[in-house]
């Protein structure tokens, strides 16, 4: 399997996103028309979350882990995190368009000092024609300044797109997007970017096949224990940050 090198550094990425600020709004009625099409594929799933809510109230001002179902079969993550206070809300199926349709009902009601956000392998898939990375950063941005309205000093890690086996053929697609966030959260207080695609490579920069169930997209659990290791040193460090001072303006 051929291993497609990164072709969007820093810079070309830099330049990039100074171009996107008039994307987004030509492709968020669209974004959202198609996340409202969808939202019988995961309706049960926000009943589940009510149905835990009002279960086990959780605390507010905690760790809240949103996305596709990369983070929604992580259903171990509280237990991998602990004793960080880790409340997963992703939703299987969705899109960073979804993220922004259903942003008032994950992340206000828990008022989060920390969002770890997997969302956009679900839009690089989607389609014959694959999407411009581009827009799809545009709606993640979108989601970080919607936090940044909402509640200033709540912080936001951004957690790698995977260059998964059954996409391969979009992985440049894959690796602009990460791109294109990397340089944002480099340049914005309060934001952290953090690459788990290291982990799921061996050597030769090949797909770890053994991590990936039959479908090459998700995971089976030690790929999350790879991420354990990656992920929670970082949000311990953030979650420091976020109890010891605010997020300064810039």
Known sequence: MKNFPLRFPLLVAGLLLATTGGSWAAEKKPAMDEAAKRWTQYESAF??????????????????????SIFRKWT?????????????????????????????????????????????????KAGTTPEDPAAIFARFREFSERVRGRSPATRLIYVSATRSPDRVERW?????????????CAATPGRTFVDVNPALVDASGHPRLDLYVADKLHFHPAAYVAFTAI???????????????????R
């Open 76 to 124: 171990t993550v509280a237990e991998q995190m602990a004793p960080l206070p880790v409340l997963n809300r992703a939703f299987g199926g969705s899109r960073t368009g979804d993220q922004l349709a259903r942003f008032e009902q994950v992340v206000p009601p828990y008022a989060p000092k920390v969002i770890v956000y997997y969302c956009g392998s679900n839009d690089l």
């Open 47 to 68: 009943k589940d979350f009510a149905d835990a809510d009002r279960a086990s109230p959780p605390v507010k001002g905690g760790i809240l882990f949103v996305g596709s």
């Open 231 to 249: 992920i929670k040193p970082v949000l311990e460090r953030v979650w420091a940050e976020a109890n010891a001072q605010p997020v300064s303006a």
């Open 172 to 184: 440049e697609h894959v690796d602009h997007y990460n791109a294109l966030v990397r340089a944002y």
